[in-house]
T-cell receptor
């Protein structure tokens, strides 16, 4: 089965600062998903990357897929309190998603 | 456009009982999948349905079952509940039967087994 490792496990960032979360796969990535979750709630879809070298942005969040390295990164620019939560990467294969353990982001005012 | 709707949001059951959770996908979405989320195991895949057919199943005991109806709504059932079944159960729907399409999740059903 596909395993995804996220780093760091958690991070605290000062409001206004940038942050980066990494996701590394044990197998080739055919589709990489990024989600955000507030504790105990559902997953909010952020973006999906499918091609090596692909980069997508939404508001202040940018995600990149390095297919050769079987890695993806999520970058948040000028973090705000609304960016706090748990960020999860997921990999698609055989009609299912395998997820990383998540990265907990805390934004301090 | 309404999102993925899961009912109920919260549920408390006693060991040995059974429970049925419901998921209504986004209108037009025909693929529905289920996941269990616990602090210890994280998010784990349960099963996926498309056109009333189960196409993939995760590594869970037979007490966990599901089905999909002709209107794409799905239910999952857990029989003979155990304390370890306490979890957040999430449902996701996708617009296409293809692999690797955008998947949208509901708010989940928080099941507590006492």
């Amino acid at each position: 089965s596909q395993e995804l490792e996220q780093s760091p496990q958690s991070l605290i960032v000062q409001e206004g600062k940038n942050l980066t979360i990494n996701c590394t796969s044990s197998k080739t990535l055919y589709g990489l998903y990024w989600y955000k979750q507030k504790y105990g709630e559902g997953l909010i879809f952020l973006m999906m990357l499918q091609k090596g070298g692909e980069e997508k942005s939404h508001e202040k969040i940018t995600a990149k897929l390095d297919e050769k390295k079987q890695q993806s990164s999520l970058h948040i620019t000028a973090s705000q309190p609304s960016h706090a939560g748990i960020y999860l990467c997921g990999a698609g294969n055989d009609y299912k998603l395998s997820f990383g353990a998540g990265t907990t982001v805390t934004v301090r005012a | 456009k309404a999102g993925v709707t899961q009912t109920p949001r919260y549920l408390i059951k006693t060991r040995g009982q059974q429970v049925t959770l419901s998921c209504s996908p986004i209108s037009g979405h025909r693929s529905v999948s289920w996941y269990q989320q616990t602090p210890g195991q994280g998010l784990q895949f349960l099963f996926e349905y498309f056109s009333e057919t189960q196409r993939n199943k995760g590594n869970f005991p037979g007490r966990f079952s599901g089905r999909q109806f002709s209107n794409s709504r799905s239910e999952m059932n857990v029989s003979t509940l155990e304390l370890g079944d306490s979890a957040l159960y999430l449902c996701a729907s996708t617009p296409s039967p293809e692999r690797n399409t955008e998947a949208f999740f509901g708010q989940g059903t928080r099941l507590t087994v006492v």
